[in-house]
Nanobody, 128 residues
Framework: QVQLVESGGGLVQPGGSLRLSCAAS????????IGWFRQAPGKEREGVSC????????YYTDSVKGRFTMFEDKAKNTAYLQMTSLKPEDTAVYYCAADPHTCSNYYLQVRSSKSDSWGQGTQVTVSS
C-alpha cells in the first residue's frame, strides 16, 4: 500500500524546535520531490518547502527560510523537516507529499491546491 505518514508534531514554546517525519511505505522517494505543506485554522493549505531526492535541491518559502531544513534518510525511507526558531504563526497541521515533479515554488503552489491525496498530518502548536 502506497502511503505517507507524518509524525513528530507537538506543543512547543516560541523559539523552540521540532523535527517532523514523513515516512513512506509501498514506494521510495527516488526521483521524486518531497514537499511539506501546512494548514492553519481558517486558512488555505500552503507550501512550506520541498526537497528533490534526485538532486538534493531544496526550496523554502520566505516565511521559513533560514529556520526550517529538509533532509532525507534513504535507509529509513523517511524525509524530515527540522524546524527551529518556531513562531506562533507556524502553528498548523503539517502534511507531506511526494511527487514526480521538480522542487520549486510552482510545485508547492500547485500541490497545495489539491484537495485529495493528503495524509492525516501532524499538528504543530507554537504557544507559550
Amino acid at each position: 500500500q502506497v502511503q505517507l505518514v507524518e509524525s513528530g508534531g507537538g506543543l512547543v514554546q516560541p523559539g523552540g524546535s521540532l523535527r517532523l517525519s514523513c515516512a513512506a511505505s509501498g514506494f521510495t522517494f527516488d526521483y521524486r520531490t518531497i514537499g511539506w505543506f501546512r494548514q492553519a485554522p481558517g486558512k488555505e493549505r500552503e507550501g512550506v518547502s520541498c526537497f528533490s531526492s534526485s538532486t538534493g535541491s531544496t526550496y523554502y518559502t520566505d516565511s521559513v527560510k533560514g529556520r526550517f531544513t529538509m533532509f532525507e534518510d534513504k535507509a529509513k525511507n523517511t524525509a524530515y523537516l527540522q524546524m527551529t526558531s518556531l513562531k506562533p504563526e507556524d502553528t498548523a497541521v503539517y502534511y507531506c507529499a511526494a511527487d514526480p515533479h521538480t522542487c520549486s515554488n510552482y510545485y508547492l503552489q500547485v500541490r497545495s491546491s489539491k484537495s485529495d491525496s493528503w495524509g492525516q498530518g501532524t499538528q504543530v502548536t507554537v504557544s507559550s
